[in-house]
C-alpha cells in the first residue's frame, strides 16, 4: 500500500485523491488532514454564498472521502498539532493542498487603517469562515471602494449590493446577512488598475451585476477602448467587454446603489482620521507592455470601507522552502522535497476556476507515480493515530462532519440550505451532541 497524506481538502485536495486512487488502482491509503472540522476548502467558505450550484461539486468528493481507502482528519493544524518531517517519517508522500487563504498586502500609505479589509477577510465573513467571523467591516457608507478587477472583486461589490430577499436560497451566514441588511452603503465603485481589455471577470459573473434588484452597474464611456480592436480579445474577455459596453450605454434607471467601474485608477493612499475615509486614486494609462503607469493626476474617493482583491499568498509551514516572491511554496513542478508535493493554488498561485484544479490534481498524481512506483513501507494512518492518541488531538472524521453538517442544515433560515457555524468550538459541540 501507498500511503499519501494529503494536507488540505479543498477542490485541489481532492482532484489529486481521486487521480492517487486511479493511479495506484486501490493500491494507497489516503489521509486528508485539515486544519478545520470542515471539509471542502474554499468550496465553502470561497465561492460565493449566493452561487449554490458551484457548491453541488462537494458531492462528487463525498464520494471520495468515502471511498474504503480514504479518511478524513479535521481540527489538525499541520505545523503547529504536527511537523511536516512527522508526516514525511509516516507518509510515502504528503501533498500541500492548502490554497492561499491569507490576503496579498496592498502596499500603499494607509492600507493598515481601520475599514481596510482583504477579500480573504470579506469573504470569510460573510461566508462564516471562523478566521474571519469576528470581521464586522464596516458597512455604514454611503461609500465603499473595491479594489481588483477579477471575479473576487466582482463577487464583493456585488454582496455588498444585494437586498436582503436576493441572498434567498443562499448560504450567507446570519451574521452577515443582518449586517448587510442594515448597511448604508449606496456607491460601490470598483477600481481596476488597468482597462476594460484587461478585465479578469468573467462574462457569466459579470451579467449578473445587470440583473441586480436595487443597484446598477455604471460605465464611464469615455474609458472603452475603440470598439474595433475588440477583435482582437480572446472570445471570453471579449463577452466581458460587450458586457461592460452595454453598462456604459445602459442609464442607472434611478436604482439607489451605484456600482460604478473606475478604470485606469491606481490606488495610492488610504486616508482619514483613525479610520477610512478616502481613497486616493492616480489616473493611469497602458504602456506598450500594457501595464499601468501613473499620469501623476490624482483625485479622492469618499469611502468608508475598502476591500483590496487583488490576489492571495499561501502561508508558510515550519520545514517548508517558501518563495517569498510569489507567495507560495518553492516547488519546481509541484515537488517541494523528496516525498513532499504541493498542488492547487499552494502550487500554481491564486488562479483558475475550480475545475483547473483537477489536470493540476492529475499532474501531481503523475509526479508521485514517478516518484513512487513502489510503495516505502511506511506505516502510514498507523503512525499518525498513534501520534493523534499521543497527543490528545480532538479530530473530527467524516462521519463527525456529517453531524456538525445535519445540525447545520437543521438550524438553516427557512430560504437557506444551512446555517453554518463560524467558531470551531461550535462545529466540535455539534459533533458532540
Ligand atoms: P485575479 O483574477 O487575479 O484578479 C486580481 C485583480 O487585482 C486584477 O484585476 C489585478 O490587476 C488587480 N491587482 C493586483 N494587484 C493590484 C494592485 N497592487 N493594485 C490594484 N489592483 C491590483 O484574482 P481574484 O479576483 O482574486 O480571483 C482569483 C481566482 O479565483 C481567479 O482565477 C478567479 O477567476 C477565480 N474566481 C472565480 C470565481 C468564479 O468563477 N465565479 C469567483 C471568484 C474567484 P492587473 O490585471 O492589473 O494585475
Redesign the pocket.
Known amino acids: 500500500m501507498h500511503q499519501i497524506a494529503i494536507v488540505g481538502s479543498g477542490p485541489a485536495g481532492f482532484y489529486t485523491a481521486e487521480a492517487c486512487q486511479k493511479n495506484f488502482a486501490g493500491k494507497v491509503q489516503i489521509d486528508f488532514i485539515d486544519r478545520l472540522p470542515s471539509p471542502f476548502g474554499l468550496i465553502r467558505s ?3 454564498p449566493d ?1 449554490q450550484s ?1 457548491k453541488a461539486v462537494t458531492r462528487r468528493y463525498e464520494a471520495v472521502v468515502q471511498s474504503d481507502n480514504v479518511h478524513f482528519y479535521g481540527n489538525i493544524a499541520v505545523g503547529e498539532d504536527i511537523a511536516i518531517a512527522e508526516l514525511l517519517d509516516y507518509y510515502d508522500a504528503v501533498v500541500l493542498a492548502t490554497g492561499a487563504p491569507h490576503d ?1 498586502a ?2 500603499i500609505p494607509g492600507d493598515d487603517l481601520p475599514g481596510v479589509v482583504g ?1 480573504a477577510a470579506m469573504v470569510g465573513w460573510y461566508n462564516g469562515h471562523p478566521d474571519h467571523a469576528r470581521l464586522d467591516p464596516p458597512l455604514e457608507g454611503p461609500g465603499a471602494v473595491v ?9 464583493v461589490a456585488r454582496i455588498l449590493a444585494k437586498t436582503r430577499e436576493e441572498f434567498a436560497g443562499s448560504d450567507i451566514v446570519a451574521h452577515a446577512l443582518d449586517a448587510l441588511d442594515a448597511a448604508r452603503i449606496t456607491h460601490v465603485t470598483i ?4 482597462g476594460p481589455h ?3 471577470m ?1 462574462p ?2 459579470l451579467a449578473e451585476l445587470g440583473r441586480l434588484e436595487r443597484a446598477a452597474p455604471v460605465v464611464d464611456a469615455a474609458d472603452l477602448p475603440p470598439l474595433f480592436d475588440d477583435a482582437l480579445l480572446e472570445p471570453g474577455i471579449r463577452k466581458s467587454v460587450d458586457l461592460i459596453r452595454q453598462f456604459a450605454a445602459t442609464p442607472a434607471g434611478g436604482k439607489p446603489v451605484s456600482i460604478a467601474f473606475d478604470f485606469f485608477a ?2 495610492l493612499a488610504i486616508e482619514g482620521d483613525g479610520k477610512v475615509e478616502r481613497m486616493i486614486v492616480e489616473r493611469t494609462r497602458l504602456d506598450h507592455r500594457l ?2 503607469v501613473g499620469t501623476g493626476e490624482t483625485y479622492a474617493i469618499s469611502c468608508g470601507l475598502v476591500v483590496s ?4 499568498r499561501t502561508p508558510h509551514i515550519p520545514g517548508v522552502p517558501y518563495d517569498d516572491n510569489s507567495g507560495r511554496f518553492a516547488n519546481d513542478d509541484g515537488r517541494i522535497l523528496p516525498g513532499l508535493y504541493c498542488v492547487g493554488w499552494a502550487r500554481r498561485g ?4 475550480i475545475g483547473t484544479n483537477k489536470p493540476d490534481g492529475v499532474f501531481i498524481a503523475d509526479q508521485i507515480l514517478a516518484d513512487l512506483p513502489v510503495a516505502g513501507g511506511k506505516p502510514g494512518r498507523t503512525g499518525l493515530e498513534s501520534l493523534i492518541s499521543a497527543r490528545q488531538l480532538d479530530v473530527v472524521s467524516f462521519s463527525d462532519w456529517q453531524s456538525i453538517d445535519a445540525a447545520e442544515v437543521a438550524r438553516a433560515r427557512t430560504d437557506a440550505p444551512r446555517e453554518k457555524f463560524v467558531h470551531v468550538k461550535d462545529m466540535i459541540a455539534a459533533k458532540d451532541a
Open positions: 470561497g465561492v460565493a452561487h458551484i496579498r496592498l502596499g477579500s479594489i481588483g478587477n477579477g471575479n473576487v472583486a466582482l463577487d477600481l481596476g488598475r488597468r484587461q478585465l479578469a468573467t457569466k459573473e491606481k490606488p501595464q499601468a482583491c487583488i490576489g492571495y491564486p488562479s483558475g476556476t
